[in-house]
């Protein structure tokens, strides 16, 4: 979901650059605020930042098709700490992929951010918030998270290039055509997203519950 | 026992696949995505910075800043894990 570097025309990545700075905005000015009630959970954010840095960063091969790709990880962020703070932990890790591995771009950091940081941790966090609601387990409701969150990661990614790349074509139809070529690589990882972040959080709300206090709501 | 036997088959059968599969394992999914697309709308991938940087120097700022953070890390060890240090370390 890394939109390398000149594919988005400078207009399109000025206007994602503007929600994308209004959620990182939000999300610094809240984890400000957190962090002065409850500093504890900063060796979490700290922790949660490395893994969303590395996970999105791992080419895992896929069997069979001989294509790599990568899970997001802010779901299961948005999930330990919420949408918005994983939105600040997202794009950080973003920033840092373009500017040392040539992972995505710089100009492409708003889009980026859109898919991926916000994308993924606010569909992570409202699938995960409903699945709870309605009663579904910890880990069925986690892994739903990881799954949907990758998902609508690269669905969103799929409409950018659409929109910057379509050319005479209608965009629906390049934006369909893009998210296909994204699944049969996409889905297994997916639901390898669904099933880890489904067991780190059960991992987590068996040895340290504690962390999942104010985050977890109990059906 | 029978979950760890369980998660050695899956990484076994994982990684058997992975070897038999052939493919060179270039390019992220998303470059296989977006390059027809570009191709066809006539545009290409750019450098991400404006200068070139030659050779490991963004390896050395990288590294540097890790070393950096992982200082900073441990200088504020007991601020970050407030009560972790009870046992004695020797």
């Keep these: 979901m890394h939109i390398p570097e000149g594919l988005i025309p400078a207009q399109q990545a000025a206007v994602w650059y503007v929600p994308a700075v209004g959620f990182v905005g939000a999300g610094l000015v809240g984890l400000k605020r957190r962090l002065a009630i409850k500093p504890e959970v900063r060796p979490l954010i700290g922790l949660m ?8 960063l791992m080419p895992i091969p896929v069997p069979g098709l001989g294509t790599v790709s990568h899970p997001c990880g802010t779901p299961m962020a948005a999930i330990l700490l919420g949408p918005l703070t994983a939105t600040v932990l997202g794009s950080v890790a973003l920033l840092l992929q373009a500017l040392f591995f040539a992972h995505g771009g710089i100009t492409s950091w708003g889009a980026n951010i859109i898919s991926m940081a916000v994308g993924g941790s606010f569909a992570g966090f409202a699938v995960f918030k409903v699945s709870r609601r309605v009663g579904l387990g910890l880990g069925i409701s986690a892994g739903m998270a990881g799954l949907v969150g990758d998902l609508v990661t ?48 059960v991992f987590i709300a068996n040895q340290r519950a504690e962390i999942l206090e104010g985050v977890v709501i109990r059906p | 026992m029978k ?42 991938e750019s450098e991400v910075l404006p200068w070139k940087v030659d050779g490991d120097l963004l390896l050395f700022f990288f590294l540097s800043g890790g070393a950096v953070a992982g200082f900073a890390a441990g200088y504020y060890w007991r601020t970050l894990f407030p009560g972790s240090d009870s046992r004695k370390m020797v």
Aim: aromatic share 12%; glycine share 10%; no cysteine.
């Design chain 1, 49 to 56: 930042g490395a893994f969303v840095f590395v996970i999105s």
């Design chain 1, 154 to 201: 690269y669905g969103l990614t799929s409409l950018q290039l659409a929109l910057a790349l379509h050319g005479d074509e209608p965009v629906a139809y390049v934006w369909g055509a893009a998210f296909a070529s994204f699944l049969p690589t996409q889905v297994p990882l997916a639901i390898a997203e669904g099933l880890f972040t489904a067991g780190v959080v």
């Design chain 2, 3 to 44: 979950r760890w036997i369980l998660i050695l088959t899956v990484v076994g059968v994982f990684v058997v696949a992975v070897l038999f599969t052939e493919s060179k394992w270039e390019g992220d999914v998303t470059e296989g995505a977006a390059t027809p697309l570009a191709e066809k709308a006539g545009v290409e």
